[in-house]
């Protein structure tokens, strides 16, 4: 979700100060873009705007990334516990998707703008959680084919983003047999 400039422009500066405690994301787009349409005459010598602009983003999407490699995290987790056959480390993986999903909450609480983007944010997480999947399975001494088999297509999601990565206490049934 990207603020323009426009959106910045009609901000009062109260208004940025409570931009930046509520959505730290969406308040370091807005003073990226703030920055940027400074005009070329009004700014002061030697004020690098565009590199303070690029820095402030920056800093905003530290907060982006975080964020993906969370849900990556969970994803992958989370697909360990429905497909990979040694049970061993199970408790494990559960108490790690608690732990993620604790920390994503905390990105998401301190940036709402980017818990309102987080299908863009999961997009294309998925493909790389299964071919993650696929390389741990055969380091593990798997048949990554066998093991996978029960994916109706490895292309397309088989959890719903809300219902089950997101939800605090949802874990998925463990291969059957």
């Given at each position: 979700?990207?603020?323009?400039?426009?959106?910045?422009?009609?901000?009062?500066?109260?208004?940025?100060?409570?931009?930046?405690?509520?959505?730290?994301?969406?308040?370091?787009?807005?003073?990226?873009?703030?920055?940027?349409?400074?005009?070329?005459?009004?700014?002061?010598?030697?004020?690098?705007?565009?590199?303070?602009?690029?820095?402030?983003?920056?800093?905003?999407?530290?907060?982006?990334?975080?964020a993906?490699?969370?849900?990556?995290?969970v994803?992958?987790?989370?697909?360990?516990l429905?497909?990979?056959p040694?049970?061993?480390?199970?408790?494990?993986?559960k108490?790690?998707?608690?732990?993620?999903?604790?920390?994503?909450?905390?990105?998401?609480?301190e940036?709402?703008?980017?818990?309102?983007?987080?299908?863009?944010?999961?997009?294309?997480?998925?493909?790389?959680?299964?071919?993650?999947?696929?390389?741990?399975?055969?380091?593990?001494g798997?048949?990554?084919r066998?093991?996978?088999?029960p994916?109706?297509d490895?292309?397309?999601?088989?959890?719903?983003?809300?219902?089950?990565?997101?939800?605090?206490?949802?874990?998925?049934?463990?291969?059957?047999?």
């Amino acid at each position: 979700m990207e603020i323009g400039v426009g959106h910045a422009y009609s901000l009062r500066m109260s208004d940025v100060g409570e931009l930046y405690e509520r959505d730290f994301y969406a308040w370091t787009q807005d003073q990226a873009a703030l920055l940027r349409a400074w005009p070329e005459a009004l700014r002061p010598n030697a004020l690098d705007l565009n590199h303070l602009a690029e820095e402030i983003e920056d800093l905003g999407k530290s907060q982006r990334r975080a964020a993906r490699s969370l849900l990556l995290q969970v994803i992958q987790h989370l697909l360990k516990l429905r497909l990979h056959p040694d049970r061993q480390s199970e408790q494990r993986w559960k108490k790690d998707v608690n732990g993620f999903r604790d920390q994503l909450r905390d990105v998401f609480a301190e940036n709402p703008s980017l818990r309102a983007a987080r299908d863009e944010l999961a997009a294309d997480l998925w493909a790389r959680a299964v071919a993650s999947l696929r390389r741990d399975l055969e380091l593990d001494g798997f048949d990554s084919r066998a093991a996978m088999a029960p994916l109706p297509d490895p292309a397309e999601p088989c959890f719903d983003l809300d219902r089950e990565i997101l939800a605090e206490d949802w874990f998925p049934q463990p291969p059957a047999g």
